[in-house]
């Protein structure tokens, strides 16, 4: 399958597809899919194009998710090669998505085409959840297409995420969840003055400082098997007017938290509040949720994809939950069990980045490996 899979990802690499753009990739991949046996379902959403394909109406629901939208490329003359012209140098394959994560779609194609050549009557169903909207806001993407299958009561039993999840070598590590995002805008308020008369104004600064050396210094909970402890950080703070004689008259301040299973959204809502009451600050406090946490324990679908890790790789792959975001956060609202593996994640989204052949070739067998326990028929 390693020919078959570099083929697929050079003419995948070929097509220029920076976010929201889909550069052919996803016709590309519907001819393919139709050729076996696929029913092919485009949706379009503003400048976003996705697609959901699926063959066969039995259950298990096993479905392939990933992206063929690509981040911009930076400065083309760092670039050693045109970065959507995949080139091959000394067995590694250099261009745009090559690891992040148009070689996932290109190793899962392989997989799918030598798993139906071999068990044309398998059981259950295999689908394609593919989007162009995942590197940008992702509010066109893979949400939209969750949220028509979910309409229609339309659920997945196992998903197989293709990001690319490995630290060192193919096999090292697959995601079995991802931590939530807890957004938070504050503003601190206070009353303008002339800065050589503090005692007619509030320096909301001074009166926020000790209520964010608290929330700092605050342990949120100590994480759980599957997650790292919480962890709460300032990204942007502002306040005054430029000038250097006035007491500000308020305080912005933007933060996040980073968190598990163990610290539900709403108990991290009410534990903010209580440290700004508690300091008696006048405030103004918005939330945005950037990202529910989502976790499969190990069951059928992780073990599934491990014991294909041990036979082609021989590594017993490491479970984590660190990182980003991902569409996983999506489809775990309609999937019983999400899971993310890839390939190594070094170069995703720098220059030059870059798959080895021979990765290709595994990540191709490990992913039929995956459909063989799942679907024996």
């Not at 097509?15 to 001819?31: H, I, K």
């Not at 050729?35 to 109406?57: H, Q, Y």
């Not at 998505?97 to 139906?116: H, N, P, R, T, Y």
């Not at 949400?143 to 193919?170: F, H, N, S």
Request: with cysteine; aromatic share 6%.
């Amino acid at each position: 399958m390693q020919e078959k899979t570099l083929a697929y990802a050079r003419e995948l690499i070929g097509r220029r597809s920076v976010t929201p753009e889909d550069g052919g990739c996803q016709d590309w991949l519907a001819d393919k899919l139709r050729g076996l046996g696929f029913a092919i379902e485009p949706l379009l959403s503003g400048e976003v194009t996705n697609l959901w394909a699926r063959r066969g109406k039995a259950g298990p629901l096993i479905c392939f998710a990933g992206h063929t939208d690509v981040v911009p490329t930076g400065p083309l003359e760092q670039w050693s090669s045109d970065p959507f012209q995949p080139v091959e140098r000394d067995g590694v394959l250099f261009g745009r998505g090559a690891a992040d994560m148009k070689g996932s779609i290109a190793a899962f194609l392989a997989a799918v085409e030598d798993f139906l050549a071999t068990h044309p009557n398998h059981s259950g169903s295999i689908a394609w959840l593919i989007t162009s909207d995942e590197e940008g806001p992702a509010v066109d993407g893979t949400v939209k297409v969750v949220e028509r299958l979910a309409a229609r009561g339309e659920g997945i039993d196992a998903c197989i995420v293709g990001e690319p999840t490995c630290v060192a070598r193919l096999g090292d590590t697959m995601k079995n969840g991802r931590r939530g995002s807890l957004h938070g805008r504050l503003r601190v308020k206070g009353v303008q003055a002339h800065i050589a008369y503090p005692q007619l104004g509030r320096n909301p600064i001074h009166l926020a400082a000790p209520a964010i050396a608290e929330l700092a210094a605050t342990v949120w909970d100590q994480g759980n098997d599957y997650f790292p402890p919480t962890t709460w950080q300032i990204s942007n703070m502002h306040s005054g007017t430029g000038a250097t004689n006035v007491v500000p008259g308020h305080a912005d301040i933007v933060f996040n938290f980073r968190h598990g299973t163990a610290s539900p959204v709403d108990s991290l809502k009410a534990r903010v509040h209580a440290i700004l009451d508690r300091h008696d600050l006048d405030y103004e406090l918005d939330w945005e949720i950037g990202a529910k946490p989502f976790l499969t324990p190990r069951g059928p679908l992780v073990e599934a994809l491990a014991a294909a890790i041990r036979e082609h790789t021989g590594i017993e792959p490491d479970l984590s939950t660190t990182g980003g975001t991902s569409d996983g956060r999506f489809i775990a609202d309609i999937a019983k069990e999400v899971v993310e593996f890839g390939p190594v994640n070094e170069s995703i989204h720098k220059i030059d980045e870059h798959v080895g052949v021979a990765e290709l070739g595994e990540l191709a067998r490990i992913y039929r490996g995956a459909l063989e326990r799942l679907l024996r028929g």
